[in-house]
């Protein structure tokens, strides 16, 4: 027995301390790669209660880099490295604003590989700093269409190509991010379930991966038992388009960052005729859940996974108490903190009113 094993033995022993174990901590992992995914599904007990459903949430925040997209940002670098397009001491090139590249920037730090953001240049400073922290070579430009030639992720591919021992990764239509799915957050959720014991999944989807990946392992494995929704913000095509076949906008914009869609990406095509339905959710809702979720269980969650957890209820009421609903906390609050704890920012959205009093303590900025 090794020395570690010998020395958690007693620990291990007591009942108490047992029960906090997770898949996650009670094993010693290699290296920052090691420690992306196996993250805790966690029950949500008030909305839980309130449904009369068991509502349960994987929990992404506790990612090494703090979001889902850690698992893609991996997946998509092991994909280049074994397409040879990546080679030691090469160069990764991504066009992203947010998580996807803060995922890659840690994955290229712990494997030795250079890493290239291309952002536009209306995001928060934050992740800025974050990344170039993180040594990446940060490029902010102009926040253009994707039809203009000069967006951020056609500069990001043109960078790579001029680059020897370089890869656009390409996160939106490189069936690597689906596939990090299908391989480890399908599985996960099926073993964490006692074996698929669970009647629908529900998430919202901005390259689409984390929905079109979890939905095809678990409709698959339950010979389509298991029902997979959308959840979408105002201002995405992908509600109307999953609810009656029409590629068209409902609503304008979102506070919700990272999610949403004008368009069916790679990712999400081979599995959007699996899906069940959509659900819309309102940003008074999405706003709404962060305050109760933080208030009722202690979590301190973004925008889009309160989104998501609204729309579990919408699904567990749909199908009914005992029921069974999973869903995914994407990422914390700490990105996105000083919006959305902002009272000025809040009321410039016109959101504050969304609050019920007792949640008015929480607005702190
Ligand atoms: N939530 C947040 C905060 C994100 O950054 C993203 C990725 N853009 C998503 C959800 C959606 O994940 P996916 O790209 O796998 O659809």
Known sequence: MSVLRSALRPIARHAATRAYATAATSRVVNGFVGAVGNTPLIRLNKVS??????ILAKAEFMSPGGSIKDRAALYLVKDAEERGQLRPGGTVVEGTAGNTGIGLAHVCRARGYKCVIYMPDTQSQEKIDLLRMLGADVRPVPAVAFDNE?????QARRYAESLDNAVWTNQFDNVANR???IVSTGPEIWEQTGG?????FVAATGTGGTLAGITRYLVEKSDGRVESYLADPPGSVLYN????????REGTGSITEGIGQGR??????????????AVHVPD???IKMIYRLLDEEGLYVGASSAL???AATQIAKKKGPGSTVVTVICDGAYRYQARLFSRVWLESKGLFSALPESLHKYVVL
């Not at 209660?49 to 068991?54: I, L, Q, Y």
């Open 179 to 181: 596939n990090a799915h």
């Open 49 to 54: 209660e309130e449904t009369g459903a068991n």
């Open 150 to 154: 000069m967006n951020y992720n056609h």
């Open 264 to 277: 069916v990406t790679e990712n999400l095509k081979p599995d959007l005729e699996l899906l069940s339905g």
């Open 284 to 286: 008074a809702e999405s």
């Open 241 to 248: 388009l999953v609810e009656n076949g029409r590629l068209e």
């Open 308 to 310: 998501n957890v609204w």
């Open 196 to 200: 698929g014991k669970l009647d629908a």
